[in-house]
């Protein structure tokens, strides 16, 4: 059944209720992803700080998205074990109680610890915001409702690395934390206030061997895989014990959930057609966007000597870009289909990484800043689209299942597109006998005093190159997305669960 909110609104368009609802869900979105960005502008302060090297103070960002991924095969089932408004409000206080605890970190050790309390309530908001967002909207306005939750996507790259720069400047990095205390606040009497009332659902038996199974080995997969860059090669014991060890549970959860009748994650979902060719293209899609996005910042910082706060400023024309065309994307998706919107989304990023591949040491800054911006046009058109390419043919009662499978392929694949273009970029500077440090030392006044004439110019031209390379291999990537993205529907039609209920309800086929 379509919610009374969705029934009564107006077709086309989201009604005040709805945006409300929105209104809190982005709130709590925001906080989760802005964190991930705000951190890591924060990690060589941490190194300094705790007197420790970067390798281990990265742990701060991969302790969170370990624990986002553990918690969201967790999340389907409680929200219709407990409601998705007495859930949602947890997760925003484990994830306020989290950041304050983080602000009070005594060392290192105890700041790792407390990410991961802060990532177990992150890893519920955004799948549990999908879910309320969905359920109160409708099926037929599921493409405005991604558009509207984009927003907290676009805010994050903007204005987390503006904002972790300009608090850790103006105050400590205590603060990176503590702001999420008042903004937790607000967002919990809001959700309190504003979220309707849900029934729980309790018919369903937990699937306790399915999470024993699935959340370590997502956890351990994704350990294995986070540790490359730090140990440099593949063939080494703590990349592929945990790796294969975690490859081993998931393939046996897979096994499980096929023969089980309400396992952790649903993954009958697959013959859903259009789901199946949503999640491999959105599989590809994030590895190679993901990944080219942790770079970028690296590229404006270590080649071209900008500060932290004027990276995160160049990076603004990929949010702003990308705001121009989400909402319109949105629009078009619900009626005419998402797959002409991504053919025209991917092409765009294409364009804006192709430039990135011919980078020098001396790209004009304002060529570069038109790439960004041209990229995020073309992420506007896509990466809604395919959630809601994913989402809009299932059953209301689906929808959870739904939204937190295409959030655990989403974490997954954004942390398996970072660790494989750190590795790429490592060995590109490796090949050239240089390394991260070496190349941000040329911007040092009194290092590059004391280098032989020509030397800085010629180890910023290398690292410029290796940078180049990188970004080729995110563009054959994006590349091969098309392959699966010419699957993805291009017109509109009934959605079938919805046409046995009666309802003149629409969706893409």
Known sequence: MTSPTAANAAPDKLDGTVLKIASVVVLGAIMSILDVTVVSVALPTFA????????TV???MTAYTLALATVIPVTGWAADRFGTKRLYMTALVLFVLGSVLCSFAWDITSLIGFRVLQGLGGGMLMPLGMTIMTKAAGPDRVGRVMAVLGIPMLLGPIGGPILGGWLIG??????IFLINLPIGIIA?????????????SPSESFDFLGMLLLSPGLALFLFGVSSIPEVGTVASARVLVPGVVGLVLIVAFIFHALRKDHPLIDLHLFKNRQLSVAVITTSLFIVAFMGAGLLFPSYFIQVGGHTTLAAGLLMAPQGIGAMLTM????RLVDKMGPGKIVLTGLPLILIGLGVFTQVAADSPTWL???ALFVMGMGMGCTMMPLMTAAIVTLSNDQVARGSTLMNIVQQTAGSIGTAVMSVVLTNQLLDR???SQTVAMQHVPEVAAQEPPGMVDQVLS??????GNTFLVATVLIALTLIPAFMLPRKKSVNPHLEAEGAPTVMMH
């Open 58 to 60: 990265a742990w701060t």
């Open 170 to 175: 103006a105050a400590s990095w205590h603060w």
């Open 48 to 55: 300094t700080e705790f007197d420790t090297t970067y390798a």
């Open 188 to 200: 919990l009497a809001a959700a309190f206030i504003i979220l309707p009332s849900d029934q729980a």
């Open 433 to 435: 006998g240089l390394d």
């Open 462 to 467: 290398q690292a410029a190159d290796a940078f």
């Open 368 to 370: 570069l800043m038109g």
């Open 327 to 330: 909402p319109v994307a949105g």
